[in-house]
C-alpha cells in the first residue's frame, strides 16, 4: 500500500512539473512516506528526518506522510521544527496545498475519506505489476496492530472506480493486476441500487480485460475467505495459484489474546477448501513471534502449523508493542532475547519449506511474467505463478509478457530458468 502510495505522490509531482533526483541536496521537495506497524520503522523515520534536515536546501519543503504522520500529528513539528508538513495516509491528496504556499505550515490527518484516490492525477504509464487499491483501513482490532488507529475504519472504493483505475492501468501498461486493502477479501460496496460487490465480483469483470494476464490480491483475513472468492480459484485461469493469508500464530490461547477469533480446524478449513478449488494453490503467512504470553510450546505451535500449511515465502516478525493497542500493556511480555532467538528458529524453518518448495519447481515449465531485466542490464527477471523470482540468463527482450520459462536450479531465494522451446 505504501509502494502505492509514493507512486500516486511521484505522478503527482510529475504532473506539476517537477522531476526525481537522488540527491537529497538537490531536492525542492522532500516527502518521506511512513510506515507505523512497528517500532523499528518509527524509529527510523526520525533519525531519516535528521539526515535529511542536514543534507537538504535550505529552501526544500521537506514533510512527512502516511502512518507515522497520522500517529505523531502536530508533535513531529516539536521534534524536527524545520518541518512544512505532516500528512496521514488518508490526506496526502493535500500535498498541493503546500506547493502553492510554502511559507505555511500544513498538518491534516484527518480519516474518513478516500478522496485521495480520485483526487491525484492519474498515471499515465502503469508498471507490468499494477497495485489497485480497493479497499482502505480494518476493522479487525488485533490486539497488537496500529492499523485500525492510523488507516481507521475499512472503507471500500466503488466498483466502477475500482474498475476504471483497472483498465487504465491495462491500457497503459499493465499485465498483472494486484487488488491492494488492509484486509481485501472484506470488500464490500453497495451501489445505489442496492447492488452489493465483492472482490470476487472485481477478479470476474479484471479478468475480461484480455491485456490483463494475471490477477491476485493481498492481504487476506482468514475468515473473511468467503465461497464466492474461493471458487474464483477454480473459474478464473488468470487468478495466480498463490496466496497471502496470515495465521499470525499456530497457538489458540495466542490467536485469543490477539483478537483474531479464528480455530486452527477452522483456519485449515479454509487452506482445504482453496486447495480443492486449486489443487497446485500455494500459501504464504505473516507471524508474529514472542507475543505478551507466548509459552515455548505456543511456539512450537507455530513452528508445526508452519510444517502442515508448508508455506512459501512468509514474512515473519517480532512482536513490536505499538501505542494504544490493548497488547503494549499485557502481562508477561517476552524478553527481547526470547523473541530474537524464535524469530531465527521460525525463519530457519520457513526458509527451508521455501527452498524445498523452489527446489521442486526444477524440470517444471510455468508461465512467467517478465517484470524486466536485472540490475546489470544482462539478464531478465520473471516472477513464476507463486511469486517466486526467476533469473533467465539471456539478453533482455523489451516485447516479453508471459513466456514459458522452464526452471533449472533453485536455491532458497529464486530460481534459474530459459525460456522454453516446447
Ligand atoms: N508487531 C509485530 N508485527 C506486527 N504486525 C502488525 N503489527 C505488529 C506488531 N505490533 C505484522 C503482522 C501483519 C504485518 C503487516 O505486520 O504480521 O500481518
Ligand atoms: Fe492489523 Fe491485519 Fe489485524 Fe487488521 S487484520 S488489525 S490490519 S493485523
Redesign the pocket.
Known amino acids: 500500500m505504501n509502494v502505492y502510495d509514493g507512486w500516486r505522490i511521484a505522478a503527482m509531482l510529475d504532473a506539476r512539473g517537477l522531476a526525481a533526483t537522488d540527491k537529497i541536496s538537490d531536492a525542492d521537495i522532500i516527502i518521506l512516506n511512513t510506515c507505523a506497524v512497528r517500532e523499528k520503522a518509527t524509529n527510523k523515520v526520525f533519525s531519516e528526518l535528521g539526515r535529511v534536515r542536514d543534507e537538504k536546501k535550505s529552501d526544500a519543503l521537506f514533510g512527512i506522510v502516511g502512518c507515522v504522520a497520522r500517529e505523531v500529528g502536530a508533535g513531529a513539528f516539536r521534534r524536527i521544527p524545520e518541518l512544512n508538513f505532516v500528512l496521514g495516509p488518508q490526506s496526502y491528496h493535500r500535498l498541493p496545498d503546500i506547493l502553492d504556499n510554502p511559507d505555511a505550515r500544513l498538518l491534516n490527518i484527518d480519516l474518513g475519506g478516500l478522496e485521495k484516490f480520485d483526487e491525484l492525477p492519474q498515471m499515465t504509464s502503469s508498471p507490468v505489476v499494477s497495485y489497485i487499491p480497493i479497499q482502505e483501513g ?1 476493522n ?3 490486539t497488537y ?1 496500529i ?2 488507529y492510523t488507516r481507521g475504519r475499512e472503507l471500500s472504493r466503488s466498483f466502477d472506480d475500482v474498475m476504471r483505475d483497472t483498465i487504465a492501468a491495462a491500457k497503459t501498461g499493465a499485465v498483472e493486476i494486484c487488488f491492494l486493502g ?2 481485501v477479501n472484506g470488500y464490500k460496496y453497495t451501489d445505489e441500487n442496492g447492488r452489493e460487490f465483492r472482490l470476487s465480483d472485481l477478479i470476474r469483470e479484471t479478468a475480461k480485460i484480455p491485456e490483463i494476464k494475471r490477477i491476485r490480491f493481498t492481504s487476506s ?1 482468514p475468515t473473511e475467505m468467503t465461497d464466492d472468492l474461493i471458487q474464483m480459484f477454480s473459474i478464473e485461469p488468470k487468478l495466480l495459484p498463490f496466496l497471502n493469508m496470515p495465521i499470525q500464530s499456530g497457538a489458540p490461547d495466542v490467536l485469543k489474546r490477539m483478537n483474531r477469533p479464528y480455530s486452527l480446524d477452522g483456519y485449515m478449513d479454509i487452506i482445504n477448501k482453496l486447495r480443492l478449488a486449486r489443487p497446485d494453490i500455494q500459501i504464504s503467512s505473516d507471524f508474529i513471534v514472542g507475543f505478551p504470553g507466548e509459552s515455548d510450546s505456543d511456539f512450537e505451535q507455530t513452528l508445526e502449523i508452519a510444517n502442515r500449511v508448508r508455506y512459501i515465502n512468509s514474512y515473519s516478525f517480532k512482536y513490536s508493542p505499538r501505542p494504544r493497542t490493548a497488547a503494549a500493556i499485557m502481562p508477561n511480555q517476552i524478553p527481547e532475547n526470547i523473541k530474537k532467538e524464535r524469530l531465527a528458529i521460525l525463519d530457519a524453518r520457513l526458509g527451508e519449506i521455501q527452498r524445498e518448495f523452489n527446489e521442486g519447481c526444477v524440470g517444471r515449465t510455468m508461465p512467467c511474467l517478465y517484470e524486466g531485466p536485472d540490475k546489470t542490464g544482462k539478464y531478465m527477471i520473471f516472477r513464476t505463478p507463486y511469486m517466486q523470482q526467476c533469473i533467465v540468463k539471456d539478453s533482455p527482450r523489451a516485447d516479453y509478457k508471459i513466456l514459458n520459462i522452464k526452471i533449472t536450479a533453485a536455491n532458497k531465494a529464486s530460481l534459474r530458468g530459459e525460456i522454453s522451446q516446447d
Open positions: 480494518c479487525h482490532c488485533c496492530c492499523v485500525p488492509q484486509n483475513y
